[in-house]
């Protein structure tokens, strides 16, 4: 069973910008508070953006200032602005519950900044 679609990512330069989508299955988006994951190649899944069913935020210290989450509670979807991207922000995307518990996983999108 799907639980998540994540979308948005691609190739852009360093310094740009990108909008990323998660598409969550109802009975999950509306029973818990939402974060935004990333693995780049050879290192641990981490946790980059997170959002409350209340709507407070928290993040990392290495995206804190660029990087803004957000949800649309109606679409049962999870947004991540990506401003001012560096090429450590290169990783593979996920969307999951705080706690990171919801299985199975989705697809993940990919970013890659790159000149």
């Known amino acids: 069973q799907v639980q998540f679609v994540e979308s948005g990512g691609g190739l852009v330069q360093p310094g740009g910008s990108l909008r990323l989508s998660c598409a969550a299955s109802?009975?999950?988006?509306?029973?818990?508070?939402m974060a935004w994951y990333r693995q780049a190649p050879g290192k641990q899944r981490e946790s980059v953006a997170a959002?409350?069913?209340?709507?407070?935020?928290n993040y990392a210290p290495s995206v804190l200032g660029r990087f803004t989450i957000s949800r649309d509670n109606d679409k049962n979807t999870l947004y991540l602005q990506m401003n001012n991207l560096k090429p450590e922000d290169t990783a593979v995307y996920y969307c999951?519950?705080?706690?990171?518990?919801?299985?199975?996983w989705g697809r993940g999108t990919q970013v890659t900044v790159s000149s």
């Open positions: 959002i409350s069913l209340g709507g407070n935020t």
């Open positions: 109802e009975r999950v988006f509306s029973s818990h508070g």
């Open positions: 999951n519950s705080l706690r990171a518990t919801i299985t199975p």
